[in-house]
């Protein structure tokens, strides 16, 4: 548990304490950077119970133009995380589309798959919608990987939106945009890491810029553009 600052010139945002990784705290994020230190990642899972496993891993950026980089692989689960029966879920497969006949023929091994993540997102800080259930899957990734995430923690995007006053999709609460997506046939972790940074993205005012050095008092996160 943990408290990272989201710190804009002299706008300090606290995000409040959430279930992280246990690794140590990031350095905040400042304008100058801006939202090109995020990353927001999504897994999928075998299923809900203490038994999942992560079968999907993936990721998107907002770059310097606004637009939005995503991609996703499928991981192939080790021995070990299928040692119980009730290690997959009917329901999360119809969930996703995502069968095991799927993960042993195009699923990639986890040091594999982690690395591909990591070379897509490079440094940035990364943040969930469910970081209670990102934060466990993503751990047993790293653990069956025997690869450090850098000392970063998963931080919690719904946090983030509330204490820098967005609202998604035009004015959609991320409440709404998260039951639309429940609604869609199938959930899949590129197309929900897309579309969160998508939304953050429209989400920002032309007066919010990435690297602008004027000085914002009253919009203090600095012009980004809206393209997805």
Not at 3 to 23: E, P, Q
Not at 67 to 80: A, T, Y
Not at 135 to 156: F, N, P, T, Y
Request: with cysteine; proline share 7%; aromatic share 6%.
């Amino acid at each position: 548990m943990g408290v990272t600052n989201l710190n804009v010139r002299n706008f300090t945002v606290a995000l409040g304490s959430r279930k992280l990784l246990k690794m140590d705290t990031p350095p905040p994020i400042q304008c100058s950077d801006g939202f090109r230190r995020i990353a927001f990642i999504d897994l999928e899972a075998s299923g809900l119970g203490s038994a999942s496993f992560p079968t999907e891993i993936g990721w998107a950026i907002i770059v310097e133009d606004g637009s939005v980089e995503s991609g996703s692989c499928l991981i192939r689960p080790p021995p070990r995380w299928t040692t119980y029966a009730n290690a997959w879920s009917a329901a999360s497969e119809g969930l996703t589309g995502i069968t095991r006949e799927m993960l042993d023929r195009d699923g990639l091994p986890p040091s594999e798959a982690l690395k591909r993540f990591l070379d897509a997102v490079g440094k940035r800080d990364l943040f969930s919608d469910e970081p209670g259930f990102d934060s466990h899957w993503l751990e047993m990734l790293v653990d069956a990987a025997a690869i450090s995430l850098g000392g970063r923690k998963l931080g919690d995007a719904k946090k983030l939106v509330e204490q820098m006053g967005l609202t998604l999709e035009f004015g959609e609460p991320i409440q709404a945009l998260r039951a639309r997506r429940a609604e869609a046939p199938r959930h899949r972790a590129e197309a929900d890491a897309r579309g969160l940074a998508a939304a953050f993205a429209k989400a920002l005012t032309p007066a919010q810029s990435l690297g602008d050095e004027t000085d914002h008092t009253e919009n203090p996160i600095g012009p980004l553009a809206t393209r997805s």
